[in-house]
């Protein structure tokens, strides 16, 4: 992280934005190093209890499993809820970059206790940007400080993707609020025993609406009604009705909640709910893959750890040592490769994690409007991207580093079971990775989002061409530049097929996206490469044959998917949906 | 099913080996129905309550999950734990394609119920083969029908993989029987309360005996000792120490057993226990891919159905039905797509199953010596592939349906998640997968095995090059043919590289097998729709398009397979176990 940051990035593009001017080096690594500290000694002891106890639910009163309430109080008081929170409400205001990487962290070594933070964080933004002054200023502080949280309720039993199906209604009371009627579900943190109040934000449609997603509105509605003094009242009209039994995260609520007349207020323009909500959730979509992220790094380091230690069989000549009758298992190549795989997806994957959101920050506090402009469109392209590959990259991980540790990985001892069915969820919620595959061929190709894609592939070309030459670089350089070949006249048939043949394109958009993650991140690799090309030492050193492998074993599959994405549409047509039931 | 046995492979292959005359179309659709109605209605209903009770340990005495030991009784009172035993056993005399099409209907509905008999099959056809009379006599019968059971008792804490550092030791008695001690982990079925006796296979190290491999005999242990006559004695010195808190099949009791001096008697020659045991254990091996098979499947089924009934979101043009709000997501491009996915390697992937297994039977009953000896090698070639790429095939296709069903499919109601967990197993236990691999090229390319492949690859070249002009066909031959000539050049590669650079091959293992299972699964297609070219209708013109679809978005992942392999081993060997820490 440290050196993705401070040398390759550059510090200094952080600290020259607005507010951030005292964040240097040391600054970064002790903020980053804490964030460590806090997760290994108060996130991860307590994670396999999270998941073995599970949250409860008693009567319709909800209690997180043993060691939550002490690790979040300590995570209050250690003010890790309100990193990228600005100082008027409490926060720390430091960088969103910051609070990403820790994000990584979090959802790396507790997803399940972690959960109960995100939404928060994401909701007090929302409400932050989008609230009256008067809403803002009785929920923002409580939420930033953690003493309240809070809560997205979108899905209903019968609409998950398309929201416009949504039923949930409200009705104008007299003075200015709303009354809240419908169910939801897999409300994450949905009801819990940590903060003494949560706020909900959820979709409803109001009297009169239009049908569709042009009906849908956003309210606030917390559980315990808040006086005008800030202090709590009344019980909300919110019941829990349940909370689901899930595959993995098991010390998370996610809850079935009904809304009774509960009130609520209206945050945004009326039937501008879904616009207002997915601001919020773009900035949230990044988080997710950075849970994805986070997930890669603790299978690397699980499996590498245990491969080093658990001793079978001998290794091919030659041996690390002949006089033994077996040797650490990371000698045996297949080994190895695993967790080559692993490790050059993860730093490579973090490099385009944090070019991206560094732009979060661009795109909120530079005073240049174009670059703020330039930047929003590079988060609009790359969000699905970071979503979908960095959390499919999380499983493909997790089950890896399962796989290393064979039977044992197996059984619940070493916990590498348990990565893999919290991270599972990682694919699917916030949107499946399909739908944000869809999202990127249908609405990030074209217009203002799809010319900051040509920008980013012609700099890229750039920088190869004034590289090409130099004979230690062209190795990765030169896998990198034929990929970005593909990619283009890949992005050129999506487009092309947007325009004549909607259901090619679509049928295309895991393919498409999965080549352009491949391929962007092939090409932050070389561009690693290039801006430590003068570097020596083994640090340096290991990056360039971690990027060296990463061109000739992973980035090959971008040929297939091309290949895929340019001769599949017909097959796919041509079979019907009759033809399934003979 | 019945159309790969009936009518692609042809009934009388099998009618016409020794035993089986009287097997025809109607007998094998009757016992496959009723089989399907086996696990349909008994088996599929107790899979959830097993996931949830799981197998329990008290006091030292295990006990199956509510329901399994009904069920058990009604599949031993229906013959079906003796399908392919021989009549003189009490089994049903049925060939060995048979019982491995039973393995994947029982494997994807149930397999921690599955996994109480399998064993057991395994055991008595070990026993039927090396054991003395008087041992077979005793009990096989018992075994066959399914009065008692019987496990295979191999890995201890140290070694799994490598099971020459086994340290169990036996001590031979006075009355040519040996005192068995050590303690043995992973042991499926290692104890249950399903059968009146369990005999166990082990592996143990006779006094003297030489260290590695080449000291390892085989032991046949019973829970209870067995009187002379027949009649149970006293409890054996095998302890349940525990059971295993495992991901899936959690109904299945993965037990660790403490042998304490416990009587054992010898199985085959004194130190060749590991040869005797293997003999059991490839067979075994296909058998898991059928597990794997299984769970593609019942993945692809509810996949399937589920997205016919689930309404969200409108589907690209011409939707099925314009007045509607939304349409079931099955005509939403990405859903089709991951379906054919599912369904063109299901049936690809049963075609070859199908083509290896009946090879067992020809292998174990044809008249011919030459015949035998040739499918033996076939077996031994395709052991490693059906292992390993069906049970990995398993587990994307269990995380696809699970994809499908979104949320929805990360709670237990609908099974996809334990699905997900149960098949996870398949990968791993019978070898790793990539254990498997490293066997593929390292012991089945050369030799006689070797040419077998060979010879295969000409047939298929000789078969292609009489289709390649028809016009209709050539959609699925040539991309059949070309993946076709990179396998063989990578097998080249391989081949080669055994000689000169045993670590490179190795590294190549993985990628190898899944070149080979991708490729041969095409040219299995291509010869299914050569072997139809004349019939129409939509059964067939539905096949031609699976396999079409199979060509255009399955096979191609075999380019970027390919050039992994021929690239790949300078990176992977450049980087050192010593670079890890860096």
């Known amino acids: 992280m440290l050196f993705l940051v401070d040398e390759w990035l550059g510090i200094d593009k952080i600290s020259t934005l607005p507010g951030h001017k005292d964040l240097d080096s040391e600054t970064l690594q002790f903020i980053l190093e804490e964030a460590g500290k806090f997760c290994s000694n108060e996130l991860l002891p307590i994670n396999r209890e999270g998941d073995e106890h599970g949250a409860t639910i008693d009567n319709g009163v909800v209690s997180t499993p043993p060691g939550f309430k002490a690790a979040y109080e300590h995570l209050v008081a250690g003010g890790w809820t309100g990193i990228d929170a600005k100082p008027e409400y409490g926060g720390q205001g430091l960088p969103k970059l910051v609070q990403y990487l820790i994000d990584e962290m979090q959802g790396g070594t507790n997803l399940a206790f972690k959960l109960y933070s995100e939404l928060s964080h994401g909701a007090y933004h929302l409400l932050a940007n989008e609230a009256s002054e008067e809403i803002r200023n009785r929920f923002v502080p409580n939420m ?18 398309d929201l416009g199906l ?32 949560i706020v909900h934000l959820v979709l409803a449609r109001m009297s009169g609406a239009p049908s569709g997603t042009r009906g849908i509105s956003l309210f606030a509605v917390p559980k315990y009604l808040v ?52 601001r919020m959730m773009n900035m949230e979509r990044l988080t997710i893959g950075m849970q994805g992220l986070g997930f890669v790094d603790i299978a690397y380091q699980n499996a590498y750890q245990y491969a080093l230690e658990r001793v079978q069989s001998k290794a091919p000549a030659p041996r690390p040592n002949d006089s033994k009758a077996a040797d650490p298992i990371i000698y045996q190549p297949e080994i190895k490769r695993i967790l080559l795989r692993m490790r050059s997806q993860l730093e490579g994957g973090r490099a385009m994690a944090v070019f991206a959101c560094h732009h979060v920050d661009v795109m909120e ?29 999380a499983v493909t991980s997790t089950l890896s580093a399962q796989q290393v540790f064979g039977g044992h990985g197996y059984v619940r001892e070493h916990g590498m079971e348990q990565n893999v069915r919290d991270s599972r969820i990682t694919q699917i919620y916030e949107g499946t990775n399909e739908v944000h595959a ?41 896998p990198a530049e034929d990929a970005l070949a593909r990619l283009q006249e890949a992005t050129r048939w999506v487009r092309a097929a947007i325009e004549s043949n909607d259901a090619a394109a679509r049928g295309a958009a895991t393919n498409y996206l999965r080549l352009f993650a491949l391929t962007a991140i092939a090409c932050f690799w070389a561009d690693i490469v290039i801006s430590i090309r003068d570097k020596d030492g083994r640090f340096y050193e290991t990056k360039r044959k971690t990027a060296r492998f990463y061109m000739q074993h992973v980035l090959p599959e971008t040929e297939s998917l091309y290949q895929v994405i340019m001769a599949g549409a017909e097959s796919l047509a041509d079979f019907t949906i009759d033809d399934f039931s003979s």
């Open 438 to 478: 869809v999202d990127l061929v249908t609405r990030k190709l074209s217009g203002r989002i799809g010319q900051s894609a040509d920008r980013l592939f012609d700099s890229w070309r750039e920088l190869f061409a004034d590289n090409r030459a130099n004979s230690d670089l062209s190795v990765i350089v030169e």
């Open 144 to 161: 930033v400080a953690g003493v309240w949280s809070g809560t997205m309720c979108l899905t209903e039993p019968h609409c998950g993707t």
């Open 365 to 393: 506090t530079s005073p240049s409007q174009e670059a703020r402009a330039d930047a929003a469109d590079l988060v609009a392209l790359f969000t699905p991207i970071i979503k979908s590959y960095l959390t499919d990259l």
């Open 227 to 278: 006086n005008e003094d800030g202090s709590l009242g009344e019980r909300n009209g919110v019941i829990t009705a349940s909370i689901e039994h899930k595959m993995g995260i098991r010390g998370s609520a996610t809850c079935a909640l009904n809304f009774d007349h509960a009130v609520g207020y209206l945050i945004g323009e009326e039937n501008k709910g879904l616009r207002t909500l997915f």
């Open 166 to 197: 949504i039923n949930s209604k409200a009705i104008a009371n007299d003075d200015g609020s709303y009354g809240i009627s419908g169910s939801k579900i897999f409300v994450t943190s949905g009801d819990h025993d940590l903060t003494e109040n």
